[in-house]
């Protein structure tokens, strides 16, 4: 079955289609590694989300979504590959079992509080929806500009992409390029 994500996001896609696919009720887990632990998965891809609970959760929240942004959220709410975060809408606890608790990173969590982190390096209305593990210590956030995306660290602007597509082509070449070097390191 091929996994339903918006064009934006082939470089996952493709990523996902050459890992083996172990479904689950909350989430689509991609390419088990028991050498890093016994239940790692290097891509988890947590279900999409409709239309009315988008629109909800953003008026809740008053969370105002680029439309590139909604589009990621209709097609999954959230993933994890290595050490990227796309963030999403936390599952409600209270429908979940205690075996069942994965869940996305937070996006109205991140957009309140984590882009602070940045404030000197983003503009009023950039919003926040990824992160990134660069190196070893060092994280990378992605917002949203206009069209375009921006990577910031807590330093300096890394990187400005044209549009969603560049961002994750580039984040996913990083991601991979990033867990390899870990994992030969630890290994050695």
């Known amino acids: 079955m091929e996994l339903d994500l918006p064009d934006c996001m082939s470089a996952v896609r493709d990523f996902a289609a050459s890992r083996a696919c172990t479904p689950r009720a909350r989430a689509r887990l991609y ?3 028991p050498t890093i632990a016994p239940n790692y998965f290097e891509l988890v891809i947590f279900p999409k989300l409709s239309p009315e ?3 909800q959760y953003s008026k809740e929240n008053r969370l105002v979504f680029p439309s590139s942004y909604s589009g990621i ?4 709410n959230g993933l994890r ?24 990173v937070d996006v109205s ?14 503009e009023p209305g950039d919003f926040y929806f990824a992160s990134s593990d660069i190196s070893g210590s060092e994280k990378a956030a992605f917002f ?17 992409y044209e549009d969603m597509k560049d961002s994750f082509t580039a984040e996913v070449e990083r991601a991979v390029r990033v867990y390899r ?6 290994l050695d």
Do not use: M, Q
């Open 144 to 160: 949203v500009r206009g069209s375009k995306v921006i990577g910031v660290t807590e330093t300096c602007v890394l990187e400005s």
């Open 53 to 55: 609970r988008i629109h």
């Open 81 to 104: 590959l290595f050490g990227l975060d796309v963030f999403g809408v936390p599952a409600d606890e209270s429908r979940l079992g205690s075996s069942d608790v994965v869940s996305c």
């Open 109 to 122: 969590f991140a957009n309140r509080f984590w882009s602070k982190t940045f404030a000197g390096l983003i």
């Open 181 to 186: 070097n870990l994992r030969e390191r630890s």
């Open 73 to 76: 959220l209709e097609k999954t």
């Open 31 to 33: 390419g088990p590694d």
